[in-house]
T-cell receptor
Framework: DAGITQSPRYKITETGRQVTLMCHQTWSHSYMFWYRQDLGHGLRLIYYSAAADITDKGEVPDGYVVSRSKTENFPLTLESATRSQTSVYFC????????????????FGNGTRLTVT | KQEVTQIPAALSVPEGENLVLNCSFTDSAIYNLQWFRQDPGKGLTSLLLIQSSQREQTSGRLNASLDKSSGRSTLYIAASQPGDSATYLCAESGSARQLTFGSGTQLTVLP
């Protein structure tokens, strides 16, 4: 099915471990985004990518690494997980960044709930 | 830093009622505003996108308006149904070059 899929849906890891969250989209959208959603903070942008091999920091990039070797994949890696990174992570894609003339909506995956113990 | 505010945080209405959800933003250089729906345990679903040159957008029972001068957007839901129960978030894109999200309004439509 076309769409955007995230894996795993749930992940529990220990402090200091490296963990990678996967995101795959079948629309060939040029832009992809990683957000985290926390109570009291809403949705915050971690990293985004305008195309393969082009990535840029968002609002809260510290402790995260991304790559985009293929247009359809945009994995997010926590290099050394901390308890403060316990959150729900959402991947999203768009045909264009939110600026004229390419005003296009964001399409979200169902999220990965990550718990760092 | 741009801010987006949604008040109230939660709202309960009886089925069949028309309702309005509010969104306020501080960015005077807004490019567009999007309304999303989020169901429990799910991602966000885009409902409507209003460009800065537009005043409103409609999709079925939903109508979203944008007033740049007052920094406000509203989402009007006509003839609400229990299936409309969800959290509704607005997000604006403008001078920050990225979407700024509100914290959402949790809507419950009572049968």
């Amino acid at each position: 099915d076309a769409g955007i899929t995230q894996s795993p849906r749930y992940k529990i890891t220990e402090t200091g471990r490296q963990v990678t969250l996967m995101c795959h989209q079948t629309w060939s959208h040029s832009y992809m985004f990683w957000y985290r959603q926390d109570l009291g903070h809403g949705l915050r942008l971690i990293y985004y990518s305008a195309a393969a091999d082009i990535t840029d920091k968002g609002e809260v990039p510290d402790g995260y690494v991304v790559s985009r070797s293929k247009t359809e994949n945009f994995p997010l890696t926590l290099e050394s997980a901390t308890r403060s990174q316990t959150s729900v992570y959402f991947c999203a894609s768009s045909t264009g960044y939110s600026r004229p003339p390419r005003n296009s909506p964001l399409h979200f995956g169902n999220g990965t709930r990550l718990t760092v113990t | 830093k741009q801010e987006v505010t949604q008040i109230p945080a939660a709202l309960s209405v009886p089925e069949g009622e028309n309702l309005v959800l509010n969104c306020s933003f501080t960015d005077s250089a807004i490019y567009n505003l999007q309304w999303f729906r989020q169901d429990p345990g799910k991602g966000l679903t885009s409902l409507l996108l209003i460009q800065s040159s537009q005043r409103e957008q409609t999709s079925g029972r939903l109508n979203a308006s944008l007033d740049k001068s007052s920094g406000r957007s509203t989402l009007y839901i006509a003839a609400s149904q229990p299936g409309d129960s969800a959290t509704y978030l607005c997000a604006e894109s403008g001078s920050a070059r990225q979407l700024t999200f509100g914290s959402g309004t949790q809507l419950t439509v009572l049968p």
